[in-house]
């Protein structure tokens, strides 16, 4: 019945046939004759054929009684015909029952071969899904213009929101790095590298805390490779009370800090926050940040503490690592997010025997990112933080003085390094 009801209203209403056909595609019908209509309706429109004709061909196209069963008399006006909204919303109706049915085939496949193959390999029934998941996305086909001037067309949109936020990307809640216009932007990579121990972890909840501050309706994911949920939580919770972590753990506190962890609590859970410890392969990272990108709100920030733990099937570490900075640069991409990965530094960088941008095991890190940040400790003073930017493809680098404080709980920004 949707089927024939929207063939009745690209008939009635041909004026409509340019926004109908943007929605539906021939290969969206289910019942062969209604697939048949919709080619010959359109290739009739395209040839400027006259109303009367172009409900001829699609009855032709129907075949006799099939059409007399979808059609009233063309002189006569058909109560049935759909509204402009309706047949709108009937297309859409069609081509997302279209979609499900081809999913749900191509998932049982999917299920067919792994039932039957003794010996599945995990990495590549991953490799598939991701597949399907790219598929199902472009609904089989790039549906993006991408002449210039829908390019155009897109940028003039995309200005158009970043005046109404006041930024280019999303803010990072460090004044310092707003001041110089650093911000999180859609499709970057960021990687920020320092020696063990020097405070990247502590660096990343600060940040993440002051990222939500600013930005309350985003959506992250953090995939801690190091730390366990317990301890991502506490850490979470002593940078917004300034209570010490092992001690919120603990829940041995005074009734006054106990009632403030409690708020603070509560503030937390309404984050759109998620927390990963289990993934740790490349693929099954990729597949997590797609599933959530898919869910209703998509997905903004991504988190990986740290990127040396990631693993692929890749037999030597300078191939896993210069496989996982590609993918993540294009998983970045794909998801018009940001990602950003602690990593440790390579063993030159981290003696400090040059100034170049090198993380530990491949080049392919330091070229893939949009932002590769140094970490290091102040030599004169041991509680201070140095957050250089050394790579920034779209910006200004620098580096920014910050400083530990209450208890190691918090990090506060103090000035920005001159050149």
């Given at each position: 019945m949707l089927e024939s009801g929207l063939i009745r209203a690209a008939v009635k209403r041909p004026e409509s046939w340019p926004e109908l056909s943007g929605i539906v595609k021939p290969r969206h019908f289910q019942q062969a004759e209604a697939m048949r209509a919709w080619v010959a309706i359109g290739e009739n429109w395209r040839a400027d054929i006259a109303a009367d004709e172009l409900f001829a061909s699609a009855y032709i196209a129907l075949g006799d009684e099939r059409a007399k069963a979808w059609f009233f008399d063309a002189a006569q006006e058909d109560p049935f015909t759909m509204s402009p909204a309706a047949a709108e919303d009937a297309a859409r109706r069609v081509a997302e029952a279209a979609f499900v049915r081809r999913l749900g085939a191509d998932l049982r496949a999917l299920a067919e071969k792994t039932r039957d193959d003794a010996h599945c390999d995990r990495a590549g029934l991953l490799r598939d899904l991701s597949d399907l998941y790219r598929l199902a996305s472009t609904d089989g086909e790039q549906r993006r213009d991408n002449t210039i001037a829908a390019a155009v067309g897109r940028f003039t949109e995309t200005q158009r929101q970043n005046r109404e936020r006041g930024s280019v990307g999303m803010r990072t809640g460090f004044t310092l790095l707003q001041d110089d216009g650093i911000e999180y932007q859609p499709g970057h990579l960021w990687v920020v590298g320092g020696k063990t121990s020097v405070g990247k972890s502590a660096w990343m909840i600060e940040a993440l805390c002051r990222f939500f501050r600013l930005n309350q309706d985003r959506r992250a994911v953090i995939f801690s490779t190091e730390m366990t949920e317990t301890q991502n939580v506490a850490r979470l919770l002593a940078n917004s009370t300034g209570y010490a972590a092992n001690v919120i753990a603990s829940g041995n506190m005074l009734?006054?800090?106990?009632?403030?962890?409690?708020?603070?609590?509560?503030?937390?859970?309404?984050r759109k926050l998620h927390i990963e410890t289990m993934p740790r392969a490349l693929a099954d990272?990729?597949?997590?940040?797609?599933?959530?990108?898919?869910?209703?709100?998509g997905l903004d920030m991504v988190w990986i503490d740290f990127i040396q733990n990631v693993t692929t099937p890749s037999k030597d570490d300078y191939s896993r690592m210069s496989d996982i900075a590609r993918s993540l640069q294009a998983l970045a991409l794909e998801l018009e997010c940001c990602i950003v990965c602690l990593s440790q530094l390579s063993n030159q960088a981290a003696r400090e025997e040059h100034d170049n941008l090198e993380f530990k095991g491949a080049g392919e890190i330091a070229a893939a990112c949009d932002v590769g940040v140094f970490l290091k400790r102040a030599k004169q003073d041991r509680t201070q933080l140095l957050f250089e930017v050394k790579k920034n493809r779209h910006g200004r680098c620098g580096m920014y003085r910050l400083q530990f404080a209450d208890g190691y709980t918090r990090i506060e920004e103090i000035t920005r390094v001159e050149d």
């Open positions: 009734p006054q800090h106990a009632e403030h962890v409690e708020a603070e609590k509560a503030v937390l859970a309404a990272i990729a597949a997590v940040c797609r599933r959530l990108n898919m869910s209703e709100g």
